[in-house]
């Protein structure tokens, strides 16, 4: 067992961690983050997507131990202590951009990466950014629409997901 410090949505944990378990295992079985689903345990649907010191990770193809001293942002932890929702997670909301929603988690913390970097990115830039985020109920059409909806609601805004300020 290793012994390993982790912060997840603001809320630092010590845990006595295998050196083989998953960081997605620790978040959902351990921390109690339910809100980051398993999807492929592969790496390959990014359902599992999380912030991991201010950049979107697959967590299923991350080792526990390899977040030692990490800072975790999940799904849950987007709206801060202010409560209610994410301007994206109200975009994904509003433009009716999820069907069974197992990937939307995923998705959310994709395009809040994406955006970091491309604060007004262009339909293909969105269709690119969010590649590695599969959706099997969606024609990717809403989720799209609410990615360039969602930067507009992040335009100024700090969250902690983005580290600071929004994208304009």
Known sequence: MTRITVTVDGIAYEEEVEPRLLLVHLLRDRIGRTGTPIGCDTGNCGACTVMLDGRSAKSCSILAVQADGSDVV????????GGGWHPMQQAFHEEHALQCGYCTPGMIMAAIDLLKDDPDPSDDAIRQGLEGNLCRCTGYTNIVRAVRRGAHGMSGQETAATGGEGAR
């Open 74 to 81: 999940t799904v849950e932890g987007l709206s801060g202590d």
